[in-house]
């Protein structure tokens, strides 16, 4: 009898396969209906980072404009398993498609000619074949962020936390994105040391690109050796290398030393606590991506999407920031910090994007 | 009494693939249920997923390539007594070395095609002759040193790549191979509506199945290996060379998962990335055991497998169920075919039972006809 049971599943299994093939394809309704769609980076969707942080704007969009979100998860992290991972949202009639981090820069290259009738959002970067000659189409929509002036007022509230210390930098792979970052950074400690009367120092051996945003050891390694080195605070704009950044910072911090760690793209507070409810998260340099993919949505569902533009958002716009609120900074300090981010909203402080001379790399 | 009735039923390897299948899919269909979506329309989805267009069964099929001539190569080693866990490490050697003689060497592209093939399949086999050497010569077990010839390939990447492969964007992979150096060609892309990833190495995959097929049914060679693999100590009474067969089955094993390298990274993706072991060298497993080690058998597990990474996506953009239970959905599945010892066991019993009801059957009858 359970014999027959399990062959009657699977005739009932391989049925609807057979009926599957003959039926044809639904066309989704796309005239009326938005439907949007996210392909996640390396990593999980609750990774803390560039994918939960996109994931959380487009799942509140999703409830104040009534859709059901959906994400797929390529199976690999080459340009092939992403652009199966568009393929597949495409396909199933999504007409809006949100792609977090420079990675996906070749694929929605490809996807763009390839889906015109989709919407597609790159964050953190360009489309380009591999060689940096950009082409944006109409349907297409890149997104970036003025990572300095971020670097710039994490500098300044770190600076006003610690006023008489060294600082350091840990990057991941030396990319645009990421040495905006440490340019911004060392801007602000000069702009600390020449208007807020700080007296903090970074040394260019305490400049440090590790080449990987994986690499948890190696972050906590480099950590280390620069806490051992003198250095206070150290900026991790490293991926899964700032992890271990963070790590270190929590056993420094553990064992009675007054070392802090800077976070990077999203509130990192809560990720630096330590057993005794303290984190090492002294505050964080952000990039609201939420913002970028809820504002993105709300512009395509007003008809008013910039396809075929490059957008940088900067603190004009509340692209970027520290957050407003972390324990390990007074209200002081967080007050100063304001005022110098007002200053860049109306342009009285400009944060340079290059290496201006006297810059480490 | 027609023969066909009279045969005795015995449990053979496609049922107990189809159970595995069955029952991997049944246990996926309650997870579905669980989530509260209609398990039937979720696998129609995943179905679909994979073979609704021509040009997504070309991406299966791609997937399926690769899986093919890894499952191949594990199936083989099976064969010949050997566990070859370490076929990651072998596509790596495989597309490393492919890759970089693509790169490097400018002849157009038919002959570049052999030539990467020949070389993705040579270093497979040194990948494989390391082992087999350790295995044949000093009684190292081979799931041991081929586990550290995977590492070996991964931190040989994870140099060679940035050093001199590197592309101009980023710094975990290398340079796109362009299109005329890679294993795809015009004529298969446009068969399959301008698939991204279909590429001759499916052609490559089905030869190889019937060369190993040839090999292991037809020859005194394939005769020998397969003999060391049943004992190891009567083949060599029997005066076979244990520790040539040795080494020649792990070269010819990794060769195969050389092969799979060169279709998965010059054909499949096009470029080759650091810090990754390939999870194929893993699910060739999966595919070996499911088509019970038998060429023929790699073929089928290895489209099945296929299909499933290729619908997995189309799956979840169409339900709610998450892309992690589809996951899960295939894991279940393996779970089911690497034990599929139990199915074995399981149709066995039911057959005896059946089988000895027929005999009295039968008898019963006989002595009817006799009476009369």
């Not at chain 1, 949505?297 to 958002?313: K, M, R, W, Y």
């Not at chain 1, 100063?336 to 402080?349: F, H, R």
């Not at chain 2, 070309?58 to 190569?73: E, N, Q, Y």
């Not at chain 2, 592209?109 to 497979?124: D, R």
Request: proline letters at 3%; charged letters at 15%.
């Amino acid at each position: 009898m359970k014999k027959f049971a399990t062959l009657l599943c699977a005739m009932l299994a391989l049925g609807s396969f057979v009926f599957a093939n003959g039926q044809s394809e639904s066309a989704a309704s796309s005239e009326t209906t938005l439907r949007v769609g996210m392909v996640t980076d390396a990593g999980t969707i609750d990774d803390k980072s560039f994918n939960q942080g996109t994931w959380e704007g487009i799942v509140r969009a999703g409830e104040d404009f009534g859709f059901t979100p959906k994400y797929i998860k390529p199976s690999g992290t080459t340009e092939a398993d992403y652009l199966a991972g568009v393929s597949d949202l495409a396909d199933s009639g999504y007409n809006m498609i949100i792609t977090p981090g420079f990675k996906f820069e070749t694929t929605i290259y490809k996807a763009q000619d390839q889906y015109p009738d989709v919407k597609f959002v790159l964050l953190d970067g360009v489309p380009h074949p591999g060689d940096y000659n950009v082409v944006i189409r109409d349907n297409t929509v890149a997104v970036s962020w003025a990572e300095q002036e971020s670097g710039f007022v994490a500098a300044v509230a770190a600076a006003l936390k610690m006023p008489n210390s060294k600082f350091g930098f840990v990057g991941g792979m030396e990319i645009p994105a990421v040495q905006k970052f440490n340019w911004g950074w060392q801007q602000g400690i000069k702009y600390a040391n020449e208007n807020l009367g700080t007296n903090v120092s970074i040394a260019q051996e305490d400049c440090l690109y590790s080449g990987s945003f994986s690499d948890v050891a190696l972050g906590q390694q480099m950590a280390a050796t620069m806490f051992d080195r003198g250095v206070d605070v150290i900026f991790a704009a490293a991926g899964g290398v700032g992890v271990g950044v963070i790590n270190e910072g929590k056993s420094q911090r553990t064992s009675g030393k007054d070392k802090w760690v800077v976070g990077v793209d999203i509130d990192q507070y809560a990720d630096g606590l330590m057993p005794n409810g303290e984190s090492c998260i002294l505050t964080s340099a952000m990039k609201y991506l939420d913002r970028a993919s809820y504002d993105m949505i709300n512009d395509e569902l007003n008809d008013a999407f910039p396809g075929g533009t490059s957008i940088v958002l900067t603190a004009k716009e509340n692209g970027v920031g520290i957050p407003t609120e972390n324990p390990n900074l007074s209200a002081e300090i967080q007050a100063k910090c304001d005022d110098v981010y007002k200053m860049m909203q109306s342009g009285e402080i400009v944060v340079a994007a290059e290496q201006l001379p006297g810059l480490w790399k | 009494m027609s023969a066909k009735k009279n045969k005795e039923l015995k449990s053979n390897n496609f049922i107990i693939a189809i159970s595995a299948v069955v029952l991997g899919l049944i246990a996926g269909a309650i997870l579905i249920l669980i989530i509260g979506e209609n398990p039937f329309a979720s696998f129609r989805y995943l179905v679909r997923g994979a073979l609704m267009s021509v040009r997504r069964t070309g991406t299966t099929l791609a997937i399926t390539t690769t899986l093919m001539l890894v499952g191949l190569s594990i199936a083989f080693a099976f064969k010949t007594g050997l566990f070859n866990i370490g076929a990651s490490g072998q596509i790596l050697a495989g597309g490393l070395a492919a890759t970089t003689v693509a790169f490097a060497v400018d002849i157009p592209h038919v002959p570049l095609i052999f030539l990467i093939l020949l070389t993705g399949f040579i270093a497979g086999a040194i990948w494989g002759l390391i082992p087999g050497l350790l295995k044949a010569f000093f009684n190292v077990h081979e799931v041991v040193s081929t586990i550290m010839m995977n590492w070996i390939a991964y931190w040989v990447v994870f140099y060679f790549v940035p050093a001199f492969l590197k592309g101009p964007s980023l710094e975990t992979e290398s340079a796109g191979l362009p299109f005329e150096k890679t294993l795809r060609v015009s004529w298969l892309t446009e068969l399959f509506d301008g698939s991204n990833y279909i590429n001759v190495g499916l052609i490559v995959a089905i030869i190889a199945v019937i060369v190993i097929k040839f090999i292991m049914d037809k020859t005194t060679l394939g005769f020998e290996l397969k003999a060391v693999g049943y004992n190891r100590y009567g083949a060599e009474y029997a005066g076979i060379r244990v520790n040539r067969s040795v080494v020649l089955s792990m070269m010819i094993a990794g060769g195969l998962a050389g092969l799979a390298g060169v279709a998965y990274y010059c054909g499949y993706s096009g470029k080759i990335q650091i810090g990754i072991l390939p999870t194929q060298g893993f699910d060739g497993i999966a595919v070996a055991l499911l088509g019970a080690s038998s060429p023929v058998g790699v073929v089928f597990s290895s489209f099945f497998f296929g299909i499933l990474q290729a619908g997995k996506g189309f799956m979840s953009g169409n339900t709610l169920v998450p892309p992690e239970i589809a996951d899960t959905i295939i894991a279940v599945i393996i779970y089911f075919t690497a034990t599929s010892v139990m199915f074995k066991n399981f149709w066995d019993k039911r057959f005896k039972k059946i089988n000895e009801k027929r005999n009295i059957v039968q008898k019963d009858s006989n002595s009817i006809e006799e009476d009369n």
